[in-house]
Each structure stands twice: as structure tokens, then as C-alpha cells.
């Protein structure tokens, strides 16, 4: 099977030839694209080094396409790659609410990816983060009510997130103005409630992209789901205070109990030990972590609890990768194997 | 009217310097009070240089004392001040829940004040920051439930929590590996769900302080509150995400008039100038902010909104002289007027 990775050299890209180094997924060939300033970078992979190619205008020599260089270079050319015969599996949010376009996070709705017709949507990274833990706790005790705020990192904004906190932090230290071009405002020691536009029902897309992608993901419209999206000065990432009001009872107990099972889950709670979910042990991490579970104040038998993921990992490479894997392991990624 | 301040070297004591300087408070002496090791330090006030003294072990000969050296020294020595005949506006958590001791907003229940017994109680800054801008709204539309996620600045440990990020990150940025001695884990490019010691029910007491606080300055029992707080790597100003459920059913238009005329309050809310709450732009500033005003998804007539507020003015020292200045107004201290 030959794999090729749009956006090689983004901060996702990055984490995709790292995930896909350990990965299950067996491939022979892996081709990399980027912007044509990038043709020529050499990126290491497996003890190699893989040169990057400007990517093309037409169709890619590739059975698998990972694709994560933004909305607007997908929604052009997927199209094209599908027709030359790929699967891709898209990052950015261009066909995520196409009816036909299957949104997928293999833990929950894995069987949805096999519905594709060439192009499988990975979530937004905060729906993603969230969804892992959520997830479960709808299956046993039904989410009726979710009540997201979170706590995004800069590199959610890709590589030049994170060099404009490190680079304004530095400004700031030694005593100078922060500026802001990546943000709408400057990022360090700062909290912007502001990530990507505003909507005309005063919500950030990012606000109601957890809204339409929880609700995908889950297959069940009727779910009421608040956000509130804010950017804060940290590298990577994403943590998440959730409230959930739920159908049927649930004690803090049989929630550690059942995200204890769940795949993609690490249960980090235990408050005496200072244990709880941070991006400090939570980046780099596969699993997300979920803690601070406790009996909601405000909805009887509802629960509250805090998430913290890794968003360039499960929120992106991970997740695509996953998918790629889970097709495979239902036969339903053509090509040869090794090559 | 003689004036102390005690622990007047911290944080809230700094702030509260600079805002009796500017204050309407008519007061002649003031004498500042802090730890023996701080006995000594000059510190500036209009003009002059005051230096501090060691808290005595009895009474202070003062009419008003602005307490803020942390709840067992206010605990322990605060009797013997109201004995010797001073009114205690107390900044600590000490006093706060006892039901004689009145908790005072002067814009949401100043005239609780009067009812005082020679102490009165300084909210919890999370609390304070948040009541301003939910108080308006809870008299027109009757709050039913408030969910409350915070973002909290490390000026709220105190000077030495500023000093831990500013520190600590000059050491990431150096290439080292942060460490914590304020904070139970490092604090730069991180978030951690763990202010104050964690109570039997999985809350926070800084969380708890929320859920009871409000309930005593709106007078309202039956108010349905939940909190999530956490610190992250700013240096000054409380955010919060905050969701109400509400009785009778309010327009984001009818909450940000309502807001626009509420004392406190500066509505920050247009999006499309990129005008919202964020601590760059409250920090320093008197006016809570309050922002991002929208119609709850999850609650129909309900509201979504952020604030952001200066936790050393509105939710410490601000607060404070406030109190004094209505108390002052209503002819309920005593003292010569000028010294």
C-alpha cells in the first residue's frame, strides 16, 4: 500500500511520521507533500530521510492520502485524489458536515468510516478530545445536556502558534510589548475567547464545530451541546472542563469504573495524589487523559469532570492514522501491503 | 478616621495602596502592619513613604482595619481589633460563612454591610469577579442554575505565585525543566485544575467558595451552582466561562442594555472588533468585564457569557475600599474624617 501525507511539514504533519513510525498500519511506499517553499525539506523517517514534493495539481500515485494542510487545499483537490483511486482520510473541517462524508473517531464510531466514498473527515481536535470521554458515559447513561469550556493551545494554530508564544513570551520577559499576528490578540499570559470566526449566533465556528461534530460523531441530534473555545498561552494540548446532564444517574464511581475500560482513555484522578489531567503529562500522550469526576452540582446523577488531550495527536495525527488502521484491519484499504 | 492595613507587603495589600490613593474614603492616618521580617520596608502612599510595622499582638488603634494577611492571622487576631473598637473588612475566608458576618459586593448588597458586628467579609476573588456581572441578571430574569469554568491568574497565590511563572518560564524558555514550589505542579505552558484543597464531594474549596459565596451575596439558597477552577499561566485577572439557566427567558440585547447600565460592569462584547473579556485588556481596570454575550444552546431563554476581572481590584482590594467608601456614605464609621 503506498501512503502519501499532504501538509508534511505542519505542526500535524510532524506528529503523522511519528505516529505512523509506531504505527500497526502496514504501507510500503510514503510520499510527502507540502507548499512548493517546502519542496526539497528532507524529513526523517524509520532512520530514513523522505524528501518533500510540491503537492501536485491533479490526482497522487497513492492508495492512502492523509491529508493536513487546511480547509481550502482539500476541499480543491480530494476530489481529484479520489477520482485517481485513493482513500483520504481529511484533517481539516472542509467535508466534515457533508451527509455523505463519514466523521469518524475509531473509538466510538469506527464502523461509520467504512461508509466512505473516498473521503473520511477526522474531527476538529476539541470535538475529538472530548469525544473519547463522552462517548462512553452517553453510551451507559445518555448525554442530554454537554457544557464545554475549554483551554486550547497555540498549536492548534500549527507551527507558527507555538514560535509566536515562545517568541512574544521572550519580548515580554525581557520587558518589551508582546504583538500578535498568528492571534487576534497578543498570547502570552493572556486568554483570548476568540478561535477561528464568529458566527451570527455570536458562537465561534470552533464553538459550534463541537456542537455539530459531538453530535455526528455520536449520531444523535437531539443532544443539546454549549461551548465556550479559548485560547491560552500554552504549547500543546487541550484541556476541557465538561458538564454533563445525563438521562440516567451516574455516580463518580461507575464513571471512573466504565472510562477505566474504555479505549483511548486514561482515568487520572486521584486528587490526594495530585493527580488530575494537565497538558504537562498529557502531551505526547495517545490516550486522554479524563479526572476531576465528580457528582454535578447543578443536574441530579449528572457529572462533571475535566479532559485534557493531546490535540495534534488524538484531536489529529492519531485519530487519522487510527482510521487508516481500522480500515486495514477490515480489509477495506486496497493495495499491496509492504512494498 | 485612622485607617491600618494589615499585610500590607502582598499582593492585595499593593493594590490596596494604590486604590485608597485614588479612593473617595475620607481618612487621616494610615498605618501598615505585615510580618515581623517585613517591619521596616518603606512603601509608598501620595506622595510619602510609610513604613511598615510587625502586626501587634492585640488591638491596633484604628477605626478601620483592611485585613489581608491570610485567614489564620485574621482568625486568630481579628476579636481583638473589633474589641479594641476598629470595623474589619477582611480579605481571607475565614469569616465568610459565619451567618453574622455579612459578605458584601457594594453593587449587588452593600447595605448588608450595615448590618455588620465589627466584621465584615471580603468575598472570594473568582466569586467577586464573577457576582457583578450575574447580580444584574438574576434580579430581571431569576438564575436558576450557573455553571462557572475559571481561568485563573497566579497573582491569586499572591506575589510569589507571579514570581514562580515569571521565573519558572525564563527557565523553560532557557531550555530547563520548570519546577514548583507555589504551585503543586509547574505552571508555565500549563494547566492545573487545583486551587485550594480538594473537599470530600471532589470539588475544590476554591470551587466550593464559588457555589457558597454566591449563594450568600444573592440572598438566594436555592441557586444552583457548579465551578471548575483553574490555574493558568497568566499573571493578573480571573476569566470565567459562565452559563446561566434562567426563570424567565433573556435576549443577549436585553442582557447586554441590562449589563451597560450595571454598576461595575463595562460590557466588552463585539466580536467583530475583536472586543471581548481577556486579561490584557482588564488587568488594572476598576469595571469587570463581560463579554461574548450569546443565547445559551443548552438552556432555551438562557445565556452564555465571559468575564474577565481584575482578581486584585474587584476581587480583593477594590472590593474592599468599596465597602469602607458605602459604609463611610451611609455615616456607619466612626472616626474623625481627617486626621
Chains 1, 2 share one sequence.
Request: net charge neutral; charged share 20%.
Amino acid at each position: 500500500m503506498r501512503v502519501a501525507i499532504v501538509g508534511a511539514t505542519g505542526a500535524v504533519g510532524h506528529e503523522l511520521l511519528r505516529v505512523l513510525e509506531s504505527s500497526t498500519l502496514k504501507f510500503g511506499e510514503l510520499q510527502l507533500y507540502a507548499s512548493p517553499r517546502s519542496a526539497g525539506v528532507k524529513l526523517p523517517f524509520g532512520g530514513q530521510e523522505l524528501t518533500v514534493q510540491a503537492t501536485p495539481e491533479g490526482a497522487i500515485n497513492a492508495d492512502l492520502i492523509l491529508a493536513s494542510a487546511g480547509g481550502s487545499i482539500s476541499k480543491e483537490k480530494a476530489p481529484a485524489w479520489v477520482a485517481g483511486g485513493a482513500v483520504v482520510i481529511d484533517n481539516s473541517s472542509a467535508f466534515r458536515y457533508e451527509p455523505d462524508v463519514p466523521l469518524v473517531v475509531p473509538e466510538v464510531n469506527g464502523e461509520a468510516a467504512l461508509r466512505h466514498k473516498g473521503i473520511i473527515a477526522n474531527p476538529n481536535c476539541t470535538t475529538a478530545v472530548a469525544v473519547v470521554a463522552v462517548a462512553p458515559l452517553h453510551r451507559e447513561f445518555g448525554v442530554r445536556r454537554m457544557i464545554v469550556s475549554t483551554y486550547q493551545a497555540t498549536s492548534g494554530a500549527g507551527q507558527k502558534g507555538i514560535k509566536e508564544l515562545l517568541d512574544q513570551t521572550r519580548v515580554v520577559l525581557g520587558g518589551g510589548e508582546a504583538g500578535a499576528e498568528v492571534f487576534a490578540h497578543p498570547i502570552p499570559f493572556n486568554v483570548i475567547p476568540h478561535i477561528d470566526a464568529f458566527q451570527e449566533n455570536g458562537y465561534t465556528k470552533e464553538e459550534m464545530k463541537v456542537v455539530w461534530e459531538t453530535r455526528k460523531i455520536l449520531g444523535d441530534d437531539s443532544l443539546k451541546i454549549s461551548c465556550t473555545a479559548v485560547r491560552i498561552p500554552t504549547l500543546r494540548t487541550h484541556s476541557e472542563a465538561i458538564t454533563l446532564e445525563l438521562e440516567r444517574p451516574a455516580t463518580p464511581e461507575q464513571a471512573r469504573k466504565l472510562l477505566g475500560r474504555a479505549a483511548g482513555v486514561e482515568v487520572r484522578d486521584d486528587p490526594g495524589a495530585k493527580l488530575y489531567p494537565m497538558p504537562l503529562t498529557a502531551s505526547g500522550k495517545y490516550d486522554v487523559e479524563v479526572g476531576r469526576i465528580r457528582s454535578s452540582l447543578v443536574f441530579e446523577g449528572g457529572l462533571d469532570l475535566f479532559v485534557a488531550g493531546d490535540q495534534l495527536l488524538k484531536g489529529a495525527a492519531l485519530n487519522a492514522v487510527q482510521i487508516a488502521e481500522y480500515l486495514q484491519e477490515q480489509g477495506a484499504l486496497k493495495g499491496r501491503v509492504a512494498g
